[in-house]
Nanobody, 125 residues
Framework: QVQLAESGGGSVQAGGSLRLSCVAS????????VGWFRQAPGQEHEGVGA????????YSADSVKGRFTVSRDNAGNTVYLQMNSLAPEDSAMYYC??????????????????WGQGTQVTVSS
């Protein structure tokens, strides 16, 4: 059974940083794109970052460009989302997701087959 588990969320003041982790069990990230999405109450899922198979390419949404970075550790089957200069509008539930192969639209949720349960990020002003 494939399971993705996020960790690292929490409460932080504006301007602070958090690093989220996504660990897979029952599945290898080595041949997947892995993406990070967030969803605030009443809003749609927003793709914030993704990394392609073999980490050839990393992608960031315009809203987080220059602040959020996705990286991966295939040996540890873990993907990270480093979030710097956090702002209150970054508050949301953050999810990681994985594809079954490479991805064409890495920030589109429709690309992804496996999802974690999410970790909450709250940024106070």
């Amino acid at each position: 059974q494939v399971q993705l588990a996020e960790s690292g969320g929490g409460s932080v003041q504006a301007g602070g940083s958090l690093r989220l982790s996504c660990v897979a069990s029952g599945y290898s990230f080595s041949h997947s794109c892995v993406g990070w999405f967030r969803q605030a109450p009443g809003q749609e899922h927003e793709g914030v970052g993704a990394i392609s198979v073999h980490a050839r390419m990393a992608y960031s949404a315009d809203s987080v460009k220059g602040r959020f970075t996705v990286s991966r550790d295939n040996a540890g089957n873990t993907v990270y989302l480093q979030m710097n200069s956090l702002a209150p509008e970054d508050s949301a539930m953050y999810y990681c997701a994985a594809t079954r192969g490479d991805c064409w639209s890495p920030l589109s949720k429709n690309e992804y087959h496996y999802w974690g349960q999410g970790t909450q990020v709250t940024v106070s002003s």
